[in-house]
Nanobody, 124 residues
């Protein structure tokens, strides 16, 4: 069992940066791939980024490539999503999730555990 808690969201202006954290409980965290998804009001949840258990493989949605960076520290049971050059269209609730495999990590169905989410609002 893995429990995930996101933090770091907030209200920022266009062009600002935020760093989201995903704190995990459980000794098996290091064996899970980590993903970040986001959901804007009235829209479906969409994939943002994912990282393999060892950090050697990462995936990004085209909309965030070059602006967002996913990382993790297994010794700290924590993952991060560094978000730079934020835009109003990045406004959403952001969720971290854990999957037993990086295969299919761009799809929600691949994930076994989810956090409660943290809100990111980018004003224009």
């Amino acid at each position: 069992q893995v429990q995930l808690v996101e933090s770091g969201g907030g209200l920022v202006q266009t062009g600002d940066s935020l760093r989201l954290s995903c704190a995990a409980s459980g000794r098996t965290f290091r064996t899970y791939a980590i993903g970040w998804f986001r959901q804007a009001p009235g829209k479906e949840r969409q994939f943002v980024a994912a990282i393999s258990w060892g950090g050697g493989t990462t995936y990004y949605a085209d909309s965030v490539k070059g602006r967002f960076t996913i990382s993790r520290d297994n010794a700290k049971n924590t993952g991060w999503l560094q978000m730079n050059s934020l835009r109003p269209e990045d406004t959403a609730a952001y969720y971290c999730a854990a999957s037993r495999s990086i295969v299919g990590a761009t799809t929600q169905g691949a994930y076994d555990y989810w956090g409660q989410g943290t809100q990111v609002t980018v004003s224009s």
